[in-house]
């Protein structure tokens, strides 16, 4: 039987092949199934985490002498053929020293930062095993240490996935307002000073702008925070984050505020030049960044027409005032 000991050693090495086989320019859909199904283990997807943030501060690792003489010593055995399974045992023989040699407090400690641009989403896996998903146009700032997990979502949102620790409470910060929680499932929306938390599964307790009383959610309640006050109500967890398998829900949704949020993902953004319309009710699914078949619902259910601005942008008219191009 291993000992715990042997136990991490292993996990860190598998961890380190994993995370060079998942940096290959090309990864087959198998590989990603078969690295699934290795981090459904909890030893394993902690020493993935702890990888992971070695990788993301090698830069500021790159010069202590005994991470560089690990990595040239292993470097130096491996064979010039580019990622051959002795190379990549090598290079995981040498992520694996780093994360002897740097990172051992990393399970209590990381400080980093995230950050996806318009359009983009991305899981990221911290040192303690929990995860987050950003969405578009989003940054978060992670600080861990002993006794405590604190993340400061500074723009955008997130999809919170924490791992179970009494003893050390995850805490994120989102403008005014404070999530804390233990182990459970929520996501953040920040809009200026303002937050927006829906939980999915679990509690947790909710504090807006300075003075503010704590709130307690269940599973399927919003809590928006602002100055005003808390306002807490039921909703449909799944419509609310639709946005991380790629969907966006749309129910009795103003179409002013449909387009602001279809909005989110573009480049190239949509105008509505049509007042009249700013309060309509939209109802549907559509996929994140899919401008073309946004707008093209939208004319068809309320008479507008589309047309190219000259800096790209997508204006939207009333059929009967405006004429344009289908864009």
């Known amino acids: 039987m291993k000992s715990p000991t042997n136990r991490v050693r292993t996990a860190e090495r598998e961890a380190a092949e994993w995370h060079l086989r998942l940096g290959a320019p090309r990864v087959s859909t198998q590989t990603v199934q078969d690295f699934f199904e290795w981090r459904q283990n909890p030893e394993n997807a902690a020493a993935y985490g702890r990888v992971e943030s070695v990788w993301t501060g090698a830069r500021a690792l790159s010069g202590a002498p005994a991470v560089g003489e690990a990595v040239a010593a292993a470097m130096a055995r491996s064979p010039r ?178 387009v602001a949020e279809a909005n989110r993902y573009l480049e190239d953004p949509i105008v509505l030049d049509a007042p009249g319309l700013a309060q309509a009710s939209v109802n549907g699914v559509i996929r994140t960044g899919d401008r073309a078949a946004f707008v093209e619902v939208v004319s068809a259910t309320f008479g507008l027409r589309s047309s190219r601005d000259p800096d790209g942008r997508l204006r939207l008219t009333a059929e009967n005032n405006s004429p344009g191009a289908p864009g």
């Open 81 to 258: 053929r580019p990622w051959s399974p002795r190379g990549v045992a090598a290079l995981a023989g040498a992520l694996a020293v780093v994360v002897a040699v740097a990172g051992t407090g990393l399970w209590a400690s990381q400080r980093n930062l995230y950050r996806t641009e318009i359009g983009e989403q991305r899981v990221v896996t911290l040192a303690d095993g929990s995860s987050v998903r950003l969405d578009t146009d989003s940054v978060v700032r992670v600080r861990f240490a002993q006794g405590r997990r604190d993340v400061r979502l500074e723009r955008g949102q997130a999809l919170f996935t924490v791992a179970h620790d009494p003893t050390r409470p995850f805490v994120v910060l989102a403008g005014d307002t404070a999530v804390t929680a233990v182990g459970t499932v929520f996501d953040v929306r920040r809009t200026g000073a303002a937050a927006r938390v829906t939980l999915v599964s679990g509690v947790v307790e909710v504090r807006g702008p300075v003075g503010g009383s704590q709130r307690r959610l269940t599973a399927g309640q919003q809590a928006t925070l602002s100055h005003a006050g808390p306002v807490v109500r039921a909703v449909d967890v799944r419509s609310v984050t639709a946005w991380s398998q790629g969907r966006l829900v749309f129910r009795d949704t103003p179409l002013a505020e449909a």
